[in-house]
């Protein structure tokens, strides 16, 4: 035993969250109503795809899937944060997000939101989203043919998605839609940013903040 030459280990070191969850009950008829609403209240076009004018959706419509989304933030805070003060964690702005057949979202990040959340409303097969890694520049200095891609040597992952799922991850993620050239019908999805409400840092190591 002593002689037994120890196996190597591979690591990968200071991963970025992707939070996926589903919820199990089907749109009921006042959520189809709600998201008709919004997209009659007015879209305004971005460089390759839609976005509803009102950007509070939260506020007085889909209750319950803003309930949903508040229950599955609480977990991403308790098991990904782990903060040790109470602090509340709040859905910010809301909004409605159309892309049609062949159309795409450009690369973008979150400013001014801690945790950014996405929820599907209608998908279709091979619809996916797009995360870049922040260090890409930098790995990119050296560029390498690859053989197959992991997740070590990837610029960009996509992971698939469906009706009724939610994605959670760190609003400082870079993530993007990529065309869907076999697409039929809309891709439709809810975005929206969180922030905190409490006290954070120390005082005496005079890093404390404290929000309300």
Not at 82 to 88: G, R, T, V, Y
Request: with cysteine; charged share 25%; glycine share 4%.
């Amino acid at each position: 035993m002593t002689n037994q030459q120890k196996l190597p280990a591979l690591h990968g070191i200071f991963p970025t969250p992707v939070y996926i969850t589903k919820r199990d009950l089907d749109f009921s008829l006042n959520e189809k109503k709600d998201i008709e609403d919004v997209i009659k209240e007015g879209m305004h076009r971005n460089p390759a795809n839609s976005a509803s004018n009102n950007t509070y959706i939260f506020n007085n419509k889909l209750k319950e899937i803003k309930q949903f989304c508040e229950q599955q933030i609480k977990i991403y805070v308790e098991k990904i944060i782990n903060p040790k003060e109470d602090l509340d964690f709040y859905i910010t702005q809301s909004w409605l997000n159309i892309t049609k057949p062949g159309q795409f979202h450009h690369s973008h990040y979150h400013s001014n939101s801690i945790i950014s959340g996405v929820f599907y409303v209608s998908t279709e097969e091979d619809d996916k989203i797009i995360f870049g890694d922040p260090n890409k520049m930098l790995k990119d200095i050296i560029s390498f043919k690859l053989k197959e891609q992991n997740p070590f040597n990837s610029a960009i992952l996509g992971f698939p998605v469906n009706n009724n799922e939610l994605i959670l991850f760190p609003s400082w993620l870079e993530h993007a839609v990529e065309p869907n050239e076999r697409a039929t019908t809309d891709r439709i999805s809810l975005s929206f940013n969180t922030f905190v409400r409490g006290n954070l840092g120390d005082t005496h190591s005079l890093t404390e903040l404290i929000l309300k």
